[in-house]
């Protein structure tokens, strides 16, 4: 069975699948990594060590949650979704499965689980407005893309290219990876591996609302999550940017010849008209005063 790499191209222009995205419905296999989390203690071992309380999901039900380390730096971004009381498949990058996988087992000391990454399972990634009357089995994630509706749907991998077949049946349009990269990073919208690493803590990278609860217990770096959001604010956050031209991800972010933050997501033609980026930066910064990356002038976006 070919994989998403191997598959034929999408038959629209780069303008055609932004428009389909916006407007309607598309599809794409983008890459994740997947890790099965199965038995009686699956549900304890996750609220043990994830920030998000997952106490009274629903079968089919899915919420954000972070792994952290000790110090409160994200390690894995994932969606965690219940498949029944003892079986939960978590979603995240490609890169993150293996490290997730391994401390959960690191810390699940003798309760019953077993966790292991897998290749069984791969998203088929509806977005746009019409995506959720797109019905294809599997088991359903959903979130939201720069404001649009997302709905991963998670099949098995042999299955892959029949869903997508099915998807575009139903009125979906093909789309390259690489226009939904477009449309988070036009929205800001901060992802695993390239906004957020384990240089920041949750708050730095705008993720605590979504994905941390303060209310469920103990999670592992909840002391310094917790010092911080008492503290009122993070000095840092997620800024959005618009760029002369396009900059390498890593490029300082400069506002009167001083160092104020660092590019971390960058997109722009053929899928966007400008170039736009992601930067996590000191959020006191001066409105009025002049920014550059690498001596490409850049602005805020609000």
């Not at 746009?128 to 509706?149: F, H, N, Y």
């Not at 956050?237 to 890593?250: D, S, T």
Request: hydrophobic residues 50%.
């Amino acid at each position: 069975m070919p994989s998403p790499a191997t598959a034929p191209a999408p038959a629209l222009d780069p303008a055609q699948q932004m428009r389909a995205l916006r407007t309607g419905a598309a599809v794409c296999a983008p890459d994740a990594g997947v890790v099965e989390v199965e038995g009686p203690d699956a549900e304890a071992l996750l609220q043990n060590v994830l920030s998000q309380d997952l106490a009274g999901m629903a079968d089919g039900e899915a919420r954000r949650a972070l792994l952290l380390t000790p110090k409160a730096r994200v390690v894995a971004d994932l969606r965690v979704l219940r498949r029944d009381a003892t079986r939960y498949l978590l979603l995240t990058e490609p890169a993150a499965a293996a490290p997730l996988a391994a401390q959960l087992t690191r810390f699940r000391l003798a309760m019953k689980a077993e966790i292991h990454a897998t290749g069984h399972w791969a998203p088929v990634a509806l977005v746009g407005p019409d995506a959720p009357a797109i019905e294809l089995p599997g088991e359903r994630v959903t979130s939201e893309l720069a404001g649009l509706p997302r709905v991963d749907v998670l099949t098995p991998t042999i299955g892959l290219m029949g869903s997508l077949a099915a998807a575009e049946r139903a009125g979906a349009a093909r789309v390259a990876e690489e226009a939904l990269e477009a449309l988070r990073v036009e929205a800001g919208a901060v992802r695993l591996g390239h906004d957020v690493d384990e240089r920041w803590m949750p708050a730095e990278v705008g993720l605590v609302e979504e994905a941390v609860s303060f209310d469920k217990g103990c999670f592992i770096g909840q002391e310094p999550v917790t010092r911080l959001h008492r503290r009122g604010h993070a000095n840092r956050g997620p800024v959005r940017l618009a760029l002369g031209r396009a900059v390498e991800p890593g490029t300082p972010l400069l506002q009167d010849g001083r160092d104020v933050g660092v590019v971390t997501s960058v997109a722009g033609p053929p899928w966007l008209e400008g170039v736009r980026a992601i930067a996590i930066a000191r959020l006191d910064l001066d409105p009025a005063a002049a920014l550059a990356a690498g001596g490409v002038a850049a602005r805020a976006v609000t």
